[in-house]
């Protein structure tokens, strides 16, 4: 029971390199998500999808981007990296008709830019 | 727009002592609200949920948590715990009307470690 799959796990960037942060969910979930959390300030909404080609800016959008090509899949492409872009990411999704919050997180990714 | 307070950054407690860990949220529309905990290297797991009826609920590994809409708290409690429960904690919450379809308001956390 696979869940929420993120890669890579831990990754470290140069300033001004590109990567993107790879997520997967087998659950046929409607809803994904990717935040942020950064020590001592909690999760911060990047960007969401309510389900293939529709996607929306979360809260700290700025300098990244992402698609939902397929329900399954929603990557996070980060161009340009900054040192602010240090930080822990999360994918998460949750089920869509008669949604009600619950999230299901996969285990993070963790980037460094140096 | 909503927001979430959480208290405490950080609350040590003795093995088999209670515990309560606070949360206080704003809001101007219904809402539904979460206890999430994050163990060391983890991503987050739902503890417990509170989405109508009865304002007492419990969740996983002995937590509950009361609403009180008149304070507009979530406080999180346990009457015993065990050094296992150490993690960080999250308070969140879903606005209730529109479906939530933006994800959840996290709090800051709260740090639970348990002493021996």
């Known amino acids: 029971n696979a869940g929420v799959t993120q890669t890579p796990k831990f990754r470290i960037l140069k300033i001004g390199q590109s990567m993107t942060l790879q997520c997967a969910q087998d659950?046929?979930?409607?809803?994904m998500y990717w935040y942020r959390q950064d020590p001592g300030m909690g999760l911060k909404l990047i960007y969401y999808?309510?389900?293939?080609?529709?996607?929306d800016k979360g809260e700290v959008p700025n300098g990244y981007n992402v698609s939902r090509s397929t329900t399954e899949d929603f990557p996070l492409r980060l161009e340009l990296a900054a040192p602010s872009q240090t930080s822990v990411y999360f994918c998460?999704?949750?089920?869509?008709?008669?949604?009600?919050?619950?999230?299901?997180f996969g285990e993070g990714s963790r980037l460094t830019v140096l | 727009a909503q927001s979430v307070t959480q208290l405490d950054s950080q609350v040590p407690v003795f093995e088999e002592a209670p515990v309560e860990l606070r949360c206080n949220y704003s809001?101007?529309?219904?809402?539904?609200l979460f206890w999430y905990v994050q163990y060391p290297n983890q991503g987050l797991q739902l503890l417990l949920k509170?989405?109508?009826?009865?304002?007492l609920v419990k969740g996983i590994n002995g937590f509950e948590a009361e609403f009180n809409k008149s304070q507009t708290s979530f406080h999180l409690r346990k009457p015993s715990v065990h050094i296992s429960d150490t993690a960080e904690y999250f308070c969140a919450v879903s606005d209730r009307a529109g479906g939530g379809a933006d994800g959840l308001t996290f709090g800051k956390g709260t740090h639970l470690i348990i002493q021996p």
């Open positions: 999808s309510v389900g293939a080609g529709i996607t």
């Open positions: 998460a999704s949750s089920y869509g008709r008669g949604f009600t919050g619950e999230l299901f």
């Open positions: 809001s101007s529309v219904s809402v539904y």
């Open positions: 659950m046929n979930h409607n809803y």
């Open positions: 509170y989405l109508s009826g009865s304002t």
